[in-house]
């Protein structure tokens, strides 16, 4: 899996978390308002997660959430802009929870940032410095912000990468399958039976 020899990968789970994941967050660009896949592509993670706590894999989750105020936050791209006029991603809110057997357990590492690279302005690399992580098994909600980015810089810092492709969803398929296009240059794209198929 990914370039390196290391036995053991990271999972790094992004923004399971209300807002963008359930059908009454503010966020709809990361599953549809009436999307037909999003409790499959919700259970794929949970099995994903469940056989990785199984097999001793550490898994990161990953937390968009920003001042209540959005004190600091620079909107400077359109994404951004639609947060705030949501009301959306704000620290203490019911949207910026995990959803339901999403979130961490038994001590798993949480990071919280603030914009789409889950490393940016968050301990990520720190976190997977402390696990010795040399691969990545990356998914998340939305295929084509917060994966795409915290693929993009995985890569750019030496980490083997694998997509969890069907643990994922963004807005449109068309969007989705655009997204794993743009990544299966830098990372392997696998559904998650071909994932969990690989824990020894």
């Known amino acids: 899996m990914g370039t390196s020899t290391t036995s053991r990968p ?3 789970a992004n923004h399971y978390q209300n807002e963008n994941g359930h059908p009454d967050g503010k966020i709809k660009v990361g599953i549809a308002a009436d999307s037909e896949t999003r ?9 994903l997660f469940g056989a990785a706590r199984a097999s001793g894999i ?5 937390r968009l959430a920003v001042p209540p105020d959005y ?3 620079v909107v400077n791209t359109q994404l951004i802009r639609e947060w705030v006029a949501l009301g959306a991603w704000r620290e203490g809110t019911w949207g910026v929870a995990f ?13 919280t940032h603030t914009r789409n690279s889950g490393f940016h302005n968050s301990t990520l690399e720190e976190v997977l410095f ?3 992580a040399r691969d990545l098994i990356c998914c998340g909600v939305s295929t084509a912000y917060a994966v795409e980015a915290t693929v993009r810089h995985a890569t750019d810092i030496g980490y083997g990468v ?3 492709a069907d643990a994922c969803s963004t807005g449109t398929k068309a969007r989705h399958a655009n997204a794993l296009t ?7 794209v696998r559904t998650v039976d071909q994932v969990i198929a690989t824990f020894v």
């Open 99 to 111: 959803m339901e057997d999403l979130g961490p357990v038994d001590g798993e590492a949480v990071v």
């Open 58 to 62: 550490p898994i990161v989750h990953v």
């Open 130 to 132: 402390s696990l010795q």
């Open 182 to 188: 743009a990544m299966s240059v830098r990372a392997e």
């Open 10 to 12: 990271v999972i790094v």
């Open 162 to 164: 694998t997509i969890a």
């Open 39 to 47: 409790w499959q592509r919700l259970e794929n993670a949970r099995r």
């Open 71 to 73: 004190r600091g936050v």
